[in-house]
């Protein structure tokens, strides 16, 4: 840099007492002393010291001036000039400003802060405090001393300090959550009766309504006086005791729930972290309420059913009652008329003449009749009480003993039999058994007046899961406008002489498959034989 | 041919009593019954009391239990002697007009020996009463302590 050493010796302080020609010897020599006593003192607590001596322009640097920016001894120019070389050219005209100011007597004391070049290059903050030590007789100034203190750290840190509460600061101004600080207000016994807002940020307006310059130093109670007394209790309780809480409760006055998290930042005080949970709340009340009318309607749902329940288990127990009485009382009065006509018969039956012997035929025949009626009722009524036990049921097989079954003592035509393969399905097997004897025993009836009856049994495809059985004859047929009757209590499609039955047949055979989910038709035409279908739910299959 | 015993016969209805009597009567069977017209007079019987009272000779061999009668029905009848020591093991046969469900299960529950549904048809209803008395007094086998018990009394 080319500066010419600084001289220590040309120190003003040092010096300086031996410009006052004015004053005695002796006073002189104590205040050099003073003064170096002063230096010294400086110098051990660690501020480099400077003395301007204004009229010259010349500048002493003490030894710790010089080592704390980093300069060896002699490395600065002892002139003004060379001082201002080295502060921040951006803050040269405020020092100078405030140089000039103390100067002209407008401070007490001159005291600036500015960056200082240190010896490598770089600049440390500088504090410089000085004073101007004396004015010549026209009330020139004279020279100046001054401290320095390098405060490179502090600063840095009051800058981190600052960044550090801006950081706060915004997060207190954007955050999600509204804040709020408070004072507590205690009544005379020192409970919680009302709090002062102190401070609160943005979204506080915004989930509150409440805009900050309202509330700020007022009261809750002036602000709403419709407060719940229990947030004041509440947080009041979080001020004095210094223990943080959570609420979740609802705000009358504001007609809102929100969620708070109150902790104390200091005994008295407390401040709320809180967010409105109104919507959430809601949802939840409302789907409190739904459940609510749910279970209360499905309660009502179940009393009906209850009810409608016992109706009806009431009367199935009147029909139970009535179906167990025809079979007790019923059955007996027939029986003794077949009985008694056959003793009559054995007893007197020589002694009557044909017309006699036809009437009391006519007598045995109509008992019967009316004892297969009842019977067929009651197994009517049965199969549409018994209990299902469903089983997989090998229909291949139970067909073939059906067939057995219905040709046992069975007089008529020769019987072909086409008994395709035959699937397996889920039914009970001796409700199905007594399906299969209807439907077989109608086939063979019907083919009886054929030379030939031609009975086919077999699966019809189905495209709904369901197995379709079909029984298929050669025989009379049926008319096809009365379909709907063959499936009904009683119905006949032909007369009695023709061909013997009550009509119950069908109609158990319909009642049973619709017991096991399933259901039955007819085809057929007169003269051309009939085809019964049925379908039944399928077994499931091995293995799958 | 062995000795037959008796057949206590419980039954409230005239009419199928002269039929049934009719057609035991073929194999000689009507002359061991013994008829009562109502499950107390069975009872009665059976435990020697009421009208009863001093009956001498052996407990029946065969108890033939209608179902509906007036006071004591059939069904207590059935209950009182299969839960009765020395009764228990008389066979005990149900012959009735129904073929109610709750009567057949209820009577297997109680350890009925057979359940028979009178036939309307005359001729069948013959020939199950024969069926019944044959096999119970001819071809059974009673159990040895009933036989025990005979050969003492």
């Known amino acids: 840099m080319g500066r010419k050493p600084v001289r220590a010796s040309r120190s003003a302080i040092a010096t300086g007492p031996r410009k006052r020609t004015g004053e005695p010897p002796e006073c002189v020599q104590a205040l050099a002393e003073s003064e170096d006593r002063l230096r010294l003192v400086l110098e051990i607590a660690g501020d480099g010291i400077w003395e301007w001596n204004i009229v010259t322009g010349e500048v002493w640097l003490s030894p710790r001036w010089l080592e704390t920016w980093g300069y060896p001894p002699g490395d600065v120019e002892p002139t003004i000039d060379s001082w201002r070389d080295l502060v921040h050219p951006d803050d040269l005209p405020r020092v100078v400003g405030s140089l000039e100011r103390h100067i002209a007597g407008g401070t007490p004391l001159y005291e600036e802060e500015y960056r200082l070049r240190t010896r490598s290059g770089t600049y440390r903050w500088n504090r410089s405090r000085g004073r101007l030590l004396g004015r010549d007789a026209r009330g020139r100034p004279q020279r100046m001393v001054g401290i320095d203190a390098d405060i490179t750290v502090r600063k840095e840190w009051d800058e981190a300090s600052a960044r550090g509460a801006q950081i706060y600061q915004q997060l207190f101004d954007h955050m999600n959550e509204g804040f709020g600080l408070h004072e507590v207000i205690c009544d005379d016994q020192g409970r919680p009766c009302d709090y002062r807002f102190l401070d609160v940020n943005g979204k506080f307006e915004e989930l509150t309504g409440l805009k900050a310059d309202d509330v700020l130093g007022r009261t809750v109670r002036e602000v709403l006086p419709g407060i719940d007394s229990y947030w004041i209790e509440e947080l009041g309780q979080v001020a004095l005791t210094g223990r943080p809480a959570r609420l979740e409760e609802y705000s009358t006055p504001l007609g809102r729930y929100y969620r708070v998290s109150a902790f104390c930042p200091m005994k008295g005080r407390f401040a709320c972290v809180f967010t409105d949970v109104t919507d959430h709340k809601r949802l939840v009340e409302s789907l409190r309420e739904s459940q609510a009318r749910f279970l209360a309607l499905n309660a009502e749902l179940e009393h009906q059913v209850m009810q409608r329940t016992d109706a009806l288990n009431l009367a199935n127990q009147e029909l139970e009652a009535f179906s167990y009485s025809v079979s007790h009382d019923l059955r007996a009065p027939v029986r003794h008329l077949t009985g008694f006509v056959k003793l009559l018969e054995r007893h007197a039956g020589a002694a009557l003449d044909d017309k006699g012997r036809r009437y009391l035929g006519i007598i045995a025949d109509s008992a019967r009749r009316m004892g297969r009626l009842i019977d067929d009722l009651l197994e009517f009524s049965q199969t549409g009480r018994a209990e299902l036990h469903t089983t997989t049921v090998d229909l291949q097989s139970l067909v073939d003993d059906v067939r057995l079954e219905c040709l046992d003592g069975l007089e008529g035509p020769p019987v072909v039999w086409k008994v395709s393969p035959l699937p397996q399905v889920r039914a009970d097997r001796s409700l199905l058994r007594q399906a299969l004897v209807n439907l077989v025993s109608n086939a063979l009836k019907f083919t009886r007046t054929r030379e030939r009856a031609v009975i086919e049994i077999g699966e019809a495809p189905s495209d709904d899961g369901t197995a379709v059985i079909f029984v298929r004859d050669n025989g009379v047929g049926f008319d096809a406008r009365y379909v709907e009757k063959l499936f009904g209590v009683f119905q006949r499609l032909h007369s009695s002489e023709e061909f013997e039955g009550t009509g119950i047949g069908l109609a158990n055979v319909k009642r049973i498959v619709e017991r096991h989910g399933g259901r039955v038709w007819a085809e057929g035409a007169v003269g051309r034989g009939a085809t019964l279908y049925v379908a039944l739910p399928k077994a499931e299959e091995r293995g799958s | ?153």
């Open chain 2, 1 to 153: 041919m062995k000795e037959l015993g008796t057949i206590l016969y419980a039954e409230d209805d005239e009419r199928d009593i002269e039929l049934t009597m009719e057609a035991l009567d073929e194999h000689n069977l009507a002359n061991s019954m013994k008829v009562v017209r109502d499950g107390e007079e069975a009872l009665d019987y059976l435990y020697c009391r009421g009208s009863y009272e001093g009956r001498v000779g052996e407990d029946p061999m065969l108890v033939l239990l209608d179902i509906k009668m007036p006071k004591v029905d059939g069904m207590q009848v059935l209950r009182r002697i299969k839960s009765d020591a020395r009764l228990k093991t008389i066979p005990v046969v149900v012959l009735t007009s129904s073929s109610e469900e709750r009567d057949l299960a209820e009577s297997y529950q109680l350890g009925v020996n057979a359940y028979v549904v009178k036939p309307v048809d005359f001729e069948n209803f013959v020939k199950a009463v024969k069926e019944i008395g044959l096999f119970w007094m001819l071809l059974n086998e009673p159990p040895r302590q009933y036989r025990r018990q005979e050969a003492s009394s």
